[in-house]
C-alpha cells in the first residue's frame, strides 16, 4: 500500500484544516488507517485512527472533540478534519495502514502500522 498525506499548511489558532491520505494498493478497504502526529523535538505520537469498516474510531485525548477521522472506501482516502486548531497541534502528520484482523479493530500504536505516507505539515499560529 502506498500512502499520499496533503492538505497541511499555516493556518491561525481556531481555523480548521482537512488533511487527506490517498491509497493506492490492494484491497485498500481492507486496512485499518491512523493518523500520527511529531512536532518539532518530540516524539510521534497517535492522533486518530479507524477500522477498515469505517464504523469504529479512537481518539487521543488532545484532540478527542475537536478532530475528526473519516474514511470514502470508494475513493480510498482517509481523512482527519482538525477543528479549532490550537498552536500545541503543530506538527508533521502522518497517515498509516496496516492489514486489519477484523473489520472493527482499530489500532493506536505506531509500532502496529506496516505503512506510513510521507507527512503533511500543520502550523498553527497563536
Known amino acids: 500500500v502506498q500512502l499520499q498525506a496533503s492538505g497541511g499548511g499555516l493556518v491561525q489558532g481556531g481555523d480548521s484544516l482537512r488533511l487527506s491520505c490517498a491509497a493506492s494498493g490492494r484491497t485498500y478497504s481492507r486496512y485499518g488507517m491512523g493518523w500520527f502526529r511529531q512536532a518539532p523535538g518530540k516524539e510521534r505520537e497517535f492522533v486518530a485512527a479507524i477500522s477498515w469498516s469505517g464504523y469504529n474510531t479512537y481518539y487521543a485525548d488532545s484532540v478527542k472533540g475537536r478532530f475528526t477521522i473519516s474514511r470514502d472506501n470508494a475513493k480510498t482516502t482517509v481523512y482527519l478534519q482538525m477543528n479549532s486548531l490550537k498552536p500545541e497541534d503543530t506538527a508533521v502528520y502522518y497517515c498509516?495502514?496496516?492489514?486489519?484482523?477484523?473489520?472493527?479493530?482499530?489500532?493506536?500504536?505506531?509500532?502496529?502500522?506496516?505503512?506510513w505516507g510521507q507527512g503533511t505539515l500543520v502550523t498553527v499560529s497563536s
Open positions: 498509516a495502514a496496516r492489514a486489519a484482523a477484523r473489520s472493527g479493530a482499530v489500532y493506536f500504536q505506531d509500532s502496529e502500522y506496516a505503512y
